[in-house]
């Protein structure tokens, strides 16, 4: 008996005609009636898959106007984190919890070089240990950037592992469905990454990450601290210079404004 034709099997022979240029950049596919009687099934197939493919970014939908091939495709990364409680819970086991640690301490060397960090910068540490049937699972052990998950201080990570109170509470980057553009007249350092969309003529510092929960102190013309601000406010604005301070690892960003006009460009920009 032959197999039903998924919504997933159209994809990926979606992806096979855009990948081998069977479809090309801004090119208008065939209708969903079509396709589906092409391929063999159901409209509603079609249409999931279409759907799936216009998310992530490779299709460009339009009511009435039809599916086209993105020019541009944006790619939407999707990470699926799983909950340590839930895998053991799935295995049919009763999931235990202990904390063992949690306090500020200084990175060790090989953490601080993985997360491009300063020598000896001071992280939030949290160890915990996971059991199944009261036998150990998994040991869960983390450095965390407070600045970055300031909620996380006041969390009760007895009752609940980190692990999971990161996936009910945190978006991964702060990204959400934000499309990342970079300006004209942008540069952007050797190892570097950005979260943030950038206006025309930012500059990000090598080896320096900027999410949109980025903790960032604003300086102004004459690099006096206006205010400190999430990277997410400063998103788009031009003629930014974004830094790590080599004494203190705090992120900044530096401005040819002055104070006033950089709380009046943002207080225009939210």
């Known amino acids: ?70 020019l541009n495709p944006v790619r939407k990364a999707t990470f699926d984190i799983p909950i340590i409680r839930h895998d053991v819970e799935g295995r049919g086991a009763k999931h235990g919890y202990r904390l063992l640690d949690r306090a500020m301490r200084t990175t ?9 960090l300063p020598p000896k910068t001071r992280l939030l540490h949290i160890a915990a240990l996971h059991l199944a049937d009261g036998a150990p699972f998994c040991l869960e052990d983390r450095w965390v950037n407070p600045d970055a998950v300031p909620e996380l201080e006041t969390a ?3 009752a609940v592992s980190a692990n999971e109170w990161l996936v009910q509470n945190v978006t991964l980057s702060g990204g959400g469905n934000i499309v990342i553009k970079v300006g004209e007249g942008c540069l952007i350092g050797a190892n570097a990454g950005i979260g943030i969309p950038l206006g025309d003529r930012n500059t990000v510092e090598s080896g320096l990450y900027v999410t949109a929960g980025t903790k960032v102190a604003l300086l102004d013309e004459r690099n006096q601290l206006v205010k400190v601000v999430k990277a997410r406010e400063l998103a788009g604005q031009p003629d930014l210079l974004f830094r790590r301070n080599s004494e203190t690892g705090a992120v900044e960003c530096k401005t040819h404004k002055s104070a006033i006009e950089l709380n009046e460009a943002l207080h225009a920009h939210n």
């Open 108 to 116: 060790p060397a090989e953490i601080s070089e993985k997360l491009r």
């Open 1 to 70: 008996m032959p197999q039903p034709v998924t919504w997933q099997t159209i994809q990926n022979e979606a992806l096979r005609r855009i990948r081998d240029r069977e479809w090309k950049p801004g090119q208008m596919i065939p209708h969903e009636a079509n396709l589906a009687e092409e391929l063999g099934c159901a409209r509603a197939t079609v249409n999931r898959a279409l759907r799936e493919l216009a998310a992530a970014g490779f299709l460009e939908r339009r009511r009435k106007a039809g599916t086209r091939v993105a």
């Open 156 to 158: 009760d990570l007895a």
